[in-house]
């Protein structure tokens, strides 16, 4: 064979390399469309009219602690404790009466995922009866852990201390985060002003917020009556200081205007 036409064959063969290359990206383009349809269009098609979403969240902040020892020179505490307490409000898009569609039949925590841990303390989020909300207490026994289910009622009186939620979205989902022990066996011996059982505790015990500031996310899932279901995850930034305060002044007391919308699911 000559040298032309050894020039010519190695020109077919990149040539044909090409065209199967050229066919085999197309091929590929092709298919991830289709599947990408197969996959997303039907999710589109059945989210096309939002049921429920979460436009509004309430957080306050606060700080607390147990005593331990006192005198007149110092003053030793044995857990010191930030709280975030954490009201959701559901909402119905559409401004219609109540349907079948637009009312509860189930709703549940799942998928916990701490994003920033605290360096101090140990974080753990809770039910907390809507009566109790904005007050310091730790109620053990409603640890929310891998799960956690509401009651849903249509009576006209129900106990809202008990994990209750009305079917037509009148009450919100109340929350507490807690961070405990973020000082324990620790001795306060600025005694010159008063002890306030507040976030001014938090200064006294030489806390740096950035070491208890903590995100964290959960899944919030609904039924409605026509046994749809939705899915949404909501995200939480632990309030500890705004453009005007600080926990250290006391408390804090944010609203957040975000949207949550759920989408129906699997």
């Known amino acids: 064979m000559d040298k032309k036409n050894k020039i010519l064959t190695i020109f077919v063969i990149i040539l044909l390399i090409l065209v199967f290359f050229l066919a085999y990206l197309l091929l590929s383009k092709y298919f991830l469309k289709h599947n990408f349809e197969k996959d997303i269009l039907p999710f589109a098609l059945q989210n096309e009219k939002i049921v429920f979403q979460v436009n509004k969240i309430v957080l306050f902040s606060n700080c607390d602690?147990?005593?331990?020892?006192?005198?007149?020179?110092?003053?030793?505490?044995?857990?010191?404790?930030?709280?975030?307490?954490?009201?959701?409000?559901?909402?119905?898009?559409?401004?219609e009466e109540?349907?079948?569609?637009?009312?509860?039949?189930?709703?549940?925590?799942?998928?916990?995922?701490?994003?920033?841990?605290?360096?101090?303390?140990?974080?753990?989020?809770?039910?907390k009866g809507l009566p109790h909300f904005s007050k310091s207490e730790l109620l053990l026994e409603n640890e929310i852990h891998d799960s956690f289910d509401f009651n849903i009622t249509s009576e006209n009186e129900a106990d809202l201390t008990a994990p209750t939620l009305y079917n037509n979205l009148a009450n919100p989902i109340?929350?507490?985060?807690?961070?405990?022990?973020?000082?324990?066996?620790?001795?306060?011996?600025?005694?010159?002003?008063?002890?306030?059982?507040?976030?001014?505790?938090?200064?006294?015990?030489?806390?740096?917020?950035?070491?208890?500031?903590?995100?964290?996310?959960?899944?919030?899932?609904?039924?409605?009556?026509?046994?749809?279901?939705?899915?949404?995850?909501?995200?939480?930034?632990i309030p500890l200081e705004t453009q005007e305060s600080s926990i250290y002044d006391g408390t804090i007391k944010a609203t957040k205007n975000q949207k949550f919308i759920f989408y129906r699911y699997p």
């Not at 005593?67 to 909402?91: C, M, P, R, V």
């Open 98 to 127: 109540k349907t079948l569609e637009n009312t509860l039949k189930k709703v549940s925590i799942r998928n916990i995922q701490y994003l920033t841990l605290p360096t101090l303390g140990e974080p753990k989020l809770y039910f």
């Open 174 to 237: 109340t929350l507490s985060y807690v961070n405990q022990n973020i000082k324990s066996d620790y001795t306060i011996t600025d005694t010159s002003s008063p002890i306030t059982y507040d976030g001014s505790l938090l200064k006294k015990c030489h806390v740096n917020l950035s070491s208890i500031f903590c995100k964290f996310s959960f899944d919030l899932l609904l039924t409605n009556n026509l046994e749809e279901q939705f899915k949404t995850t909501i995200f939480i930034d």
């Open 65 to 95: 602690a147990k005593n331990k020892t006192g005198s007149a020179s110092n003053f030793t505490i044995e857990n010191l404790y930030q709280y975030t307490d954490i009201a959701l409000f559901i909402n119905a898009s559409s401004k």
